[in-house]
């Protein structure tokens, strides 16, 4: 079974708004990671965010830990028509290095 | 940098038959890991490999054979291809600090 979910599924935004994608977990995980996807690609690495760590960023990219929770937030703000993709969290486990477990993704759409 | 290349991009087989999807990294990654997306959906583990001749199973290993005989390359078998195995593959290498995957563009099999 997944162990991340991603919500909502879809989401469709203007050019210039932010988006924002939750990710909810089962199990206690090491780190917490966001991909992109563009339609036919393969997988793109955005950010890692460790257990220990509440919040990072990177250019445009916001992404929040709750380990309480057990949940993440993406935030990406000023979206882009180049944004269009979908996104997926995956999460990584001490004991499993390289056996991230990924979630359903939600696809985003920017229209210009 | 090729980073992770995957080998063929497209193949339509009969079922019944049998294949060899091809992966290779250049970046000295120990781990690496195969997965399957189906359509709408996130990413599912297959197999999994940790170092040279340590393969483990992933979550829908049913079907699929690896071996791990270099650290560069993480061949996938199927043995006796089924139209439940039509899907989009991915292969991954790991950074084992940090768990980030880098993935190939994928192998996209189609069994009729």
């Known amino acids: 079974s997944q162990q991340g979910e991603e919500d909502p599924q879809a989401l469709s935004i203007q050019e210039g708004e932010n988006a924002t994608m939750n990710c909810s977990y089962k199990?206690?995980?090491?780190?917490l990671q966001w991909y992109r996807q563009n339609s036919g690609r393969g997988l793109v690495h955005l950010i890692l965010?460790?257990?220990?760590?509440r919040e990072k960023h990177s250019g445009r990219l916001r992404v929040t830990l709750d380990t309480s929770k057990k949940s993440s937030s993406l935030l990406i703000t000023a979206s882009r028509a180049a944004d269009t993709a979908s996104y997926f969290c995956a999460t990584g486990h001490n004991t499993n290095a390289g056996k991230s477990t990924f979630g359903d993704g939600t696809t985003l759409t920017v229209k210009p | 940098n090729a980073g992770v290349t995957q080998t063929p991009k497209f193949q339509v087989l009969k079922t019944g038959q049998s294949m060899t999807l091809q992966c290779a990294q250049d970046?000295?990654?120990?781990?690496m890991s195969w997965y399957r997306q189906d359509p709408g959906m996130g990413l599912r583990l297959i197999h999994y490999s940790v170092g040279a001749g340590i393969t483990d199973q992933g979550e829908v290993p049913n079907g699929y054979n690896v071996s791990r005989s270099t650290t560069e390359d993480f061949p996938l078998r199927l043995l006796s291809a089924a139209p439940s195995q039509t899907s989009v593959y991915f292969c991954?290498?790991?950074?084992?600090?940090?768990?980030?995957?880098?993935f190939g563009e994928g192998s996209r099999l189609t069994v009729l």
């Open positions: 970046m000295n990654h120990e781990y």
């Open positions: 199990t206690s995980i090491n780190n």
């Open positions: 965010i460790r257990s220990n760590e």
């Open positions: 991954a290498s790991t950074v084992r600090d940090t768990g980030e995957l880098f």
